[in-house]
């Protein structure tokens, strides 16, 4: 099915600023938090010091320092997705959803490996920062690079980057070396900032029979009917310009399964076996299934972000876990990140080329019958079910119903964005066989659910990279919110994207 929906205008947001001066716009790329999820939602808490999580690391300690501000830039982005409380001076969803919030944390990363690699050498820089001919501080360099490219994508949290920054480096020596490195840290910014002007991400996101005019035929992807969330996220971010692929369209899936076919029969009749909310639509789902969905959600709820700030724990706890130093832990992080940014482009370019439709409407209207949307899958081995409710994305710290996410099926999101981030990490420590255990911030004892309950804190343990993978993945089945083949095209395509920047960015020095 090749894209064929229709956008009547892109909207505007105010293109990237550098640092020289910064400007906040008037409200995030999807208006407010309301404008955003629509009315049926409110938010079950707000976390007034999401930034401040972690102690900043006591005198002169690089690796400690970049954790610290990979830290803060991941908070950063849950709090980017946490509504405004009345009275405070923030914008709501600067950097909304997971292509924005890869997006904003590829320039983060980028800026502190090329401020890291200035000073340790040994690589290649991604913006052609060149190698320091003075000493200088690493430390500072770290924080400075950080602070600086944050400000520049959350422009209205500056004020507390700004305090951040200036209680770190007063725990770093004063001296030359130190203003060396802060020089530094400006300069890495500067130069990834600049790379990414005008890269197609200023468009705001366009809104549903608005903006963005849905296909009515079968098999095609309309706004989800139970959460009505307005937006179409995403629909034009495979435009943006990539940070290492050639193009997003590189590495384009290959067409869904026809939905006559036997293949695309099986796909629906597994999510339709286990994907419904066990209330009105019965599941066979285990209670196993069900946590496994949860744990892996991250679905752009307050506080949560999107998936790339859970991959960025991941990642760290397995580079701390492997005993990298400063060096490896700055590569590894602009490989991860860079790597999802560029899935993130490559699996929104398919999704809207596709325009797939998602399980709750294509279970709900299988079958031919009166109404607009009539047709049917045309398919003799699926059967309607015109009630069906699956369990949904949880909407975790919010009030309302478990959701849909508002952009098409194929390929799924959080597999891509997987394959890019378990296959960056096999690419980078040459093993798949590396055990972990990790706890979701959906089971940390402190996230509530859509009642306002704390989910308990479950943490979950993986033999290998591919077993988590392939949970996470398959964790969108459970929820009812993806098909079988959005999963394995989605994992095949985030390996290719990370396969290819392994090779093309970030290289070493030979």
């Known amino acids: 099915m090749p894209k064929k929906s229709l956008f009547l205008s892109t909207g505007g947001l105010a293109v990237l600023l550098l640092l020289t001066f910064i400007s906040v716009p008037a409200q995030g790329v999807a208006g407010s938090a309301r404008d955003a999820w629509g009315p049926l939602y409110s938010p079950a808490v707000r976390n007034e010091s999401v930034l401040h999580r972690v102690a900043p690391p006591q005198g002169e300690n690089p690796l400690e320092r970049l954790r610290y501000w990979n830290e803060i830039a991941i908070n950063a982005s849950g709090l980017d997705h946490t509504p405004v409380a009345s009275g405070e001076n923030r914008v ?5 959803g997971p292509g924005r919030s890869s997006r904003a944390m590829a320039i983060v990363h980028i800026a502190i490996f090329d401020a890291v690699n ?6 290649r820089s991604y913006s052609g920062l060149r190698r320091m001919g003075v000493d200088a501080s690493m430390d500072s360099a770290i924080a400075q690079a950080a602070h600086d490219a944050l400000v520049s994508v959350f422009p209205s949290q500056r004020p507390g980057f700004d305090q951040l920054l200036a209680a770190d480096l007063a725990q770093i020596p004063a001296g030359t070396r130190k203003n060396n490195g802060i020089d530094l840290g400006r300069r890495a910014a500067v130069a990834i900032l600049t790379l990414r002007t005008d890269d197609g991400s200023q468009h705001a996101e366009p809104r549903i029979n608005v903006d963005y005019i849905p296909i009515s035929r079968p098999g095609y992807w309309r706004q989800d009917p139970i959460s009505l969330v307005p937006l179409a996220l995403g629909a034009h971010w495979g435009e943006v ?5 050639e193009s997003t369209s590189q590495f384009r899936i290959p067409p869904p399964p026809d939905m006559t076919s036997p293949e695309y029969a099986a796909a629906y009749n597994e999510v339709k076996r286990i994907g419904g909310d066990g209330i009105v639509t019965p599941t066979e789902r285990t209670a196993e299934q069900t946590e496994i969905g949860i744990y892996w959600a991250y679905d752009g709820t307050p506080s949560l972000c999107a998936p790339p700030r859970l991959y960025n724990q991941i990642a760290v706890q397995i580079a701390t876990q492997r005993g990298s130093n400063v060096t490896e832990l700055a590569r590894l992080l602009a490989l991860v990140n860079t790597a999802m940014a560029d899935a993130g482009t490559s699996s929104w370019e398919s999704k809207y080329f596709y325009c797939t439709w998602r399980p ?3 279970i709900r209207e299988s079958d031919p019958g009166p109404g607009r949307f009539s047709w049917g899958d045309g398919n003799p081995a699926t059967v309607a079910d015109p009630n069906f409710k699956p369990m949904g994305a949880p909407a975790s710290n919010l009030s309302g119903p478990n959701f849909t996410p508002p952009f098409p099926s194929y390929p799924s999101g959080h597999a891509t964005f997987g394959g890019a981030l378990f296959q960056t990490l096999r690419d980078f420590y040459r093993t798949d066989n590396i055990p972990f255990t990790f706890v979701s911030d959906e089971f940390n004892g402190v996230t509530l659910d859509n009642q306002g309950n704390p989910r308990p804190l479950m943490p979950r343990t993986f ?7 392939e949970e996470n993945g398959q964790s969108r089945i459970y929820l009812g919110i993806h098909w079988s083949f959005d999963k394995t095209e989605g994992i095949a395509q985030g390996r290719q994207v990370a396969d290819y920047v392994f090779t093309h960015a970030f290289l070493p020095i030979r």
């Open 92 to 96: 709501f969803g600067e950097q909304l």
């Open 118 to 123: 200035s000073i340790a050498g040994g690589y």
């Open 241 to 245: 310009r990539p940070f290492a692929l």
């Open 360 to 362: 709750v409407r294509g």
């Open 463 to 469: 033999a290998s990279l591919s077993q988590a993978e």
